[in-house]
């Protein structure tokens, strides 16, 4: 289909888009109904970042903040405007730490073991 230098969107990208949205759905409309979020902006950024993040990482959005987010949302019903400014808060946050070296920093100190725990988890 369509294919640039170490990134290529085939059937086998479709087919793991469509797996996504198994997971991905059913998480932001619980955040939706928890949170009172404004669904259609929700889904349009979402959709915006997925894109944003394969172009740019050539890779897809990885879902493990997603859950961790929305098991937070959805059990402390927690109000939009919050959950807006905890993102606000992480994304400024993580891109201060990779614009500064202080996450591959982290990266080093932390064993390869509890990452793996982490995402098994």
């Known amino acids: 289909m369509w294919k640039q230098k170490d990134f290529a969107f085939n059937r086998n990208e479709i087919a793991g888009a469509f797996g996504d949205i198994g997971t991905d759905f059913p998480i932001l409309i619980a955040m939706v109904l928890a949170a009172g979020l ?18 740019i990482y050539k890779r897809p959005m990885p879902i493990q903040p997603l859950k961790a987010m929305a098991t937070i949302v959805i059990t402390g019903k927690i109000a939009g405007p919050i959950v807006l400014g905890g993102g606000l808060s992480i994304g400024i946050l993580m891109l201060f730490f990779s614009t500064t070296g202080i996450l591959e920093k982290i990266a080093k100190l932390v064993p390869k073991s509890v990452v793996r725990g982490l995402q098994l988890g």
């Open 38 to 55: 404004h669904a259609p902006s929700v889904f349009i950024v979402f959709g915006c970042m997925q894109i944003l993040t394969g172009i």
